[in-house]
């Protein structure tokens, strides 16, 4: 009997839908779901994944193609069904979901080179080989580690929200619940929200596990991330730590998946497929009989209302978190309050350290024409231009979408007029500022943002901060990512409120989750601290509770209006946006898909135009589903069939499950 191998060819500029039949000769041994191979498609070669084996074809064998090459780097069979699993759940095709687990390189079929010492992915990272001896547990930490250490003994599939203030010891759980895995036999995958960003936890995870760990993010080369990935696959390492793209590492046996700081929207990847880490982590922890264990100070809804709650209510030091004064900036014009200008001048006289968050990059938000009301836009996206300085010079306005860039102007085009003014102020403008005002070399002022270079100097930037004596920490939300710093006794909200006027449903969730977590940051030593935030609305909701850290009093409100609302938790959102060069175009794609959908239990909203992006105009339909799976399907197999009529024409879509 001859087999039939059925493969998924990695054609990822078409929307293949496979997966094609080919026969399996007797000189095509050891070939097996995984298998990489190079395949005829059509008139062109191109490689292929082998999906599944089947002892027949709906078409005659004479009429299937052979495999040419088996080519290295298979790709597990664990992976391969996790792909085609991704592919169905985001609407996506199975060559994008497949090209995301693959070796680095594979698709390419390169070989590895042979006799080559492994490059150290991490080095940079890692801060001794010698295991560190774990410290004692507060009767809170064995408080919540004892479930998951019981469900990774049994092998139990459990799902647990480990929620804890911050400064709790969350990291000190996950290490112990590692151990447990390892003891076991059993592998661990650690998810960090930014590879950057964390660098105390990965320095923790590397000191006590020494070269069990390994490391895959994007900032690595290719050489070294397959480096990881083959160490990882030959069970030389059995702990992988990294940000999302770390849920495909190719452990054989997984016993625990921890997903650090979940709240961030970092974990939600905007490519195609857009899928986010955490519902993957979930599904590779259910296939694997795998312990899933997700921690925040500030959990989404979705995870209180879902999973097991575990409580670290308190600090492992019993020290208080910080106090936090709310400080109203109506009818002030200057972006610092006086009270925290006070507050800075006697952080400099003292020598201490402060954080300072302003969620916005840049000079100032826009300019604008004083005389006859021009604003500066893009002209290719519906947005105002951003202004950057560099130094003295006049600088630039950029847009923060497409990129596109221009001069700073000093005239209006439109009108003559000089009176070109700047409206707010991004972490540019403030870094300027202190700097100017503090004027000390011995007290250093850094910016911490997406314009400040690259994954090391972001990664040099903290290492910095933190062996100095004193100074300032300036950035967006980067600089509330999981840091642990104990001498900084101050922490700044600039500009609290500005995410509650985005449109979106998360955004009181984003607010308090922003000013929570700066506040963490602050007052983690023998010194204390304080925490100033500075607001256009100080009575609003979220601003209120993350002033008085009271976490279960804002998620007990936010489940309450979602709930009314029928947002997630209480339903899935799927986002399907069509873009094309002309307004019409794609507001009627997305009307020909509103008529065709008619999910069960469910809201269809739309079509709606959104503001236009890189020379595109679009329109979006989103579906509120209370009955996740047929939304899914219904609206994956409506946007082939428009696909197929609409094919060779301008117009583009993309469906986002989960938009975040």
């Known amino acids: 009997m001859e087999l039939i191998a059925r493969v998924e060819p990695l054609t ?18 050891g070939i097996g779901v995984g298998s990489l191979v190079r395949i005829p498609f059509g008139r062109s070669r191109t490689v292929g994944v082998v999906v599944e084996l089947v002892d027949r074809s709906e078409l005659p064998l004479d009429r299937l193609a052979e495999p040419e090459e088996v080519l290295p780097g298979s790709v597990p069979a664990d992976l391969v069904s996790l792909a085609r699993w991704m592919a169905d759940e985001y609407c996506s095709t199975p060559a994008r979901a497949l090209a995301l687990v693959l070796a680095p390189g594979a698709r390419k079929g390169r070989r590895p080179r042979k006799n080559r010492t492994p490059r ?28 998951i250490l019981a469900a990774v003994r049994e092998r139990h599939v459990r799902r647990f929200l480990l929620h804890g203030v911050t400064g709790s010891g969350k990291t000190e759980v996950y290490l112990r619940a590692v151990s447990e895995a390892l003891g076991r036999g059993r592998g661990a995958i650690v998810l960090v929200p930014e590879i950057a960003m964390t660098p105390q936890a990965l320095g923790r995870f590397t000191a006590r596990f020494g070269e ?123 972006p610092l309050h006086p009270q925290t200008r006070a507050a800075l001048a006697e952080l400099e006289r003292a020598g201490g350290k402060a954080i300072i968050l302003l969620n916005r990059r840049g000079w100032s938000n826009f300019l604008s024409c004083r005389s006859c009301g021009r604003v500066w836009m893009c002209p290719n996206c519906e947005v105002a231009l951003v202004l950057h300085r560099v130094g003295d010079a006049p600088g630039f306005v950029a847009c923060h979408h497409c990129g596109h860039r221009e001069t700073s102007p000093s005239v209006c085009g439109a009108c003559g007029s000089s009176t070109v003014a ?70 700044i909200v600039l500009d609290a409120d500005q995410t509650l006027r985005f449109p979106d449903f998360r955004a009181e969730e984003r607010t308090f989750s922003l000013i929570t977590q700066l506040a963490g940051r602050a007052g983690r030593g023998h010194g204390g601290g304080r925490v100033l935030v500075q607001t256009l609305a100080p009575d609003a909701r979220s601003i209120v509770f993350a002033a008085g850290h009271d976490a279960d009093g804002f998620l ?93 024409s301008a117009v583009s879509v993309s469906v986002d499950v989960d938009p975040v």
């Not at 990822?12 to 041994?29: E, H, K, M, N, S």
């Not at 992915?121 to 809170?140: F, N, Q």
Request: with cysteine.
């Open 12 to 29: 990822l500029t078409r929307a293949v839908r496979g997966p094609f039949d080919y026969r399996l000769g007797p000189d095509q041994p």
């Open 212 to 334: 069990t760990i390994a490391v895959l993010h994007s900032g690595l080369t290719d050489a070294a991330r397959r480096d990881e990935w083959l160490r990882l696959s030959r069970g030389e390492a059995r702990v992988c730590v990294g940000p999302r793209s770390a849920v495909f590492a190719p452990l054989k046996d997984i016993g625990l998946i921890v997903v650090d700081e979940e709240h961030e929207a970092s974990y939600k990847h905007e490519g195609d497929p857009r899928y986010d880490a955490r519902s993957v982590a979930a599904k590779r922890a259910q296939d694997h009989g795998a312990v899933l264990v997700l921690g925040s100070a500030t959990p989404r809804p979705e995870s209180i209302h879902n999973l097991v709650k575990l409580r670290l209510p308190e600090r492992i030091d019993c020290r208080a978190l910080p106090p936090v004064e709310l400080l109203d900036m109506r009818g002030l014009n200057h």
């Open 422 to 491: 700047r409206h707010g102020a991004g972490t540019e403008r403030i870094e300027h500022e202190l700097r100017e005002a503090i004027g000390d070399r011995d007290f250093p002022v850094l910016r911490l943002d997406a314009d400040s270079a690259g994954l090391d100097r972001r990664a040099s930037t903290l290492e910095l901060f933190s062996s100095a004596p004193a100074g300032l920490l300036i950035g967006t939300q980067m600089v509330a990512k999981g840091h642990d710093f104990a001498d900084v006794t101050l922490g």
């Open 556 to 648: 007990a409100g936010e489940l309450r209006r979602r709930e009314v609302l029928g947002y997630p938790p209480f339903s899935s959102l799927i986002r399907v946006v069509f873009s094309a060069p002309a307004a019409a175009d794609a507001q009627a794609a997305a009307s020909a898909l509103r008529e065709r959908i008619a999910p069960p239990e469910s809201d269809v909203l739309g079509p709606a135009p959104l503001f236009a992006l890189r020379g595109r105009a679009r329109s979006q339909v989103v579906v509120k589903a209370r009955a996740r799976a047929a939304a899914i399907e219904e609206i994956g197999q409506a946007v082939q069939s428009l696909a197929r009529e609409r094919r060779g």
């Open 120 to 147: 150290r992915a991490a080095k940079s990272y890692r801060i001794g080989s010698a295991p560190v001896a774990p410290p004692p547990l507060t009767e809170a930490q064995r408080t919540a580690l004892e479930p």
